[in-house]
């Protein structure tokens, strides 16, 4: 049983535009939501979260929105970067304890 | 402020072996996560300790168990090795269970190949 998902496995974008990454889950006792980066072979990076109070969270070109009602989240990347190219996770939890994470978008920028 | 710090960097046993791995968390960190990558699946929940105390273990078996020790850091141990436990294992760490909204921050991970 996938509580998230992710499903858009690959994304390319151009320099500069935005990257919309999308994530959907299905239990509703989520109430943390995290943004990883991740490159092969290496630990997770952490980028963003927000917590089921809010609907919006901001930190420099990462925007994550969240809608409770759909059981939806987005990351915004405004404006793309080469550096940005990696696999992005999502992932959530229930009162800050185990993570479970989506299955991952590979986001590909496009100089 | 170090990071969360793993080793060995990689690990190779052959089937029936035992590994054992560890992680330092970040200083302050009172709770330590393990997770498993295999290939091409995603990062799989392993286990939790929080203040010494297993709180909370995946869908993993028995086979998989560790430690947490007063300093906090933590030994992830794998016994009767099998080769689909060949896998990037990472861990992460956040700070004192039972505050909300805790970030985990990962470690580089440990390579584990099984023969």
């Known amino acids: 049983d996938q509580q998230v998902k992710q499903n858009s496995p690959s994304l390319s974008v151009q320099e500069g535009r935005i990257s919309i990454l999308n994530c959907d889950y299905t239990n509703s006792m989520f109430d943390y939501f995290l943004w990883y980066k991740k490159y092969p072979a290496e630990g997770p990076t952490f980028l963003i979260s927000?917590?089921?109070?809010?609907d919006k969270n901001e930190d420099g070109r990462f925007t994550v929105f969240l809608n409770k009602s759909a059981k939806h989240l987005s990351l915004h990347i405004v404006p793309s970067q080469p550096g940005d190219s990696a696999v992005y996770f999502c992932a959530a939890s229930v009162f800050g304890e185990k993570l479970t994470f989506g299955t991952g978008t590979r986001l590909t920028i496009i100089p | 402020e170090a990071g969360v710090t793993q080793s060995p960097t990689h690990l190779i046993k052959t089937r029936g072996q035992q590994a054992t791995l560890r992680c330092s968390p970040i200083?302050?960190?009172?709770?330590v996560y393990w997770y498993q990558q295999a290939l091409g699946l995603g990062l799989q929940f392993l286990l939790w300790?929080?203040?010494?105390?297993?709180?909370n273990r995946g869908n993993f078996p028995p086979r998989f168990s560790g430690r947490q020790f007063p300093n906090y850091s933590s030994e992830l141990n794998v016994n009767a090795l099998e080769l689909e436990d060949s896998a990037l294992y990472l861990c992460?760490?956040?700070?004192?269970?039972?505050?909300?909204?805790?970030?985990?921050?990962f470690g580089p991970g440990t390579r584990l190949t099984v023969l």
């Open positions: 927000i917590s089921s109070i809010k």
């Open positions: 300790y929080d203040e010494g105390e297993e709180r």
């Open positions: 992460a760490s956040s700070r004192r269970q039972g505050e909300a909204y805790n970030e985990q921050f």
């Open positions: 200083s302050g960190h009172t709770s």
